[in-house]
């Protein structure tokens, strides 16, 4: 049973390109949620997808967006990149809401 | 606005002591705690997760206590050993199912 599945696993690109990571959830899960960890802290929560909706977000800004489909995979997709969006870029997925979250390997995210 | 802090934020210890992490937080209207490793360049691993109604989880040599109200928990390793390098993770949850993260207690184990 594949646990979360994160691609690609690194990505270079330069500031004011766009960049889409993908995130496969845990089989049974329909959850997701992504968090940005920039080096040296601890994971921040972007925001959090469920039956296809944004249902809540954290404090990025509207460069950062998402979507969930209809096999509960989910995209993050930031445009306009900031050196500053360098960081590993977590993926996690649940059965559910307030259930235990699965986390991925990340995406390593450099700016160039 | 809750938020986690982990002390301290690296140790090294030799191997074979047992050691303590310490987390706390500011709002202790939680719904559940838990402890993550995150190995270099790696994603995250659940160690132990305590609801907000428990005091205490075990898992072989890790055992993790939640004091609900003072903000504040514990994590319990024994017997150390270089294995169990890593970053070690505190996160609470909140009924809103948002997790807050500490920034970690980088652990080395002394061979």
């Known amino acids: 049973d594949a646990g979360v599945t994160q691609s690609p696993t690194h990505l270079i690109k330069t500031r004011g390109q766009q960049v889409t990571l993908r995130c496969s959830p845990k089989s049974g899960h329909d959850t997701v949620s992504w968090y940005q960890q920039a080096l040296g802290q601890g994971p921040q929560f972007i925001f959090q997808y469920y039956e296809e909706e944004e249902r809540q977000r954290g404090n990025f800004p509207d460069r950062f967006s998402g979507h969930q489909f209809p096999n509960y995979s989910s995209e993050l997709n930031v445009n306009a990149l900031l050196l500053g969006d360098s960081a590993l870029y977590l993926c996690?997925?649940?059965?559910?809401?307030?259930?235990?979250?699965?986390f991925g390997d990340g995406t390593r995210l450099s700016i160039l | 606005k809750q938020e986690v802090t982990q002390i301290p934020a690296a140790l090294s210890v030799p191997e074979g002591e047992n050691l303590v992490l310490n987390c706390s937080f500011t709002d202790s209207a939680i719904y559940n705690l838990q402890w993550f490793r995150q190995d270099p360049g790696k994603g995250l691993t659940s160690l132990l997760l305590i609801q907000s109604s428990q005091r205490e989880q075990t898992s072989g040599r890790l055992n993790a206590s939640l004091d609900k109200s003072s903000g504040r928990s514990t994590l319990y390793i024994a017997a150390s050993q270089p294995g169990d390098s890593a970053t070690y993770l505190c996160?609470?949850?909140?009924?809103?199912?948002?997790?807050?993260f500490g920034k970690g207690t980088r652990l080395h184990i002394l061979p």
């Open positions: 996690a997925s649940s059965p559910g809401i307030n259930q235990p979250q699965h």
């Open positions: 996160a609470v949850s909140n009924r809103d199912d948002k997790i807050i």
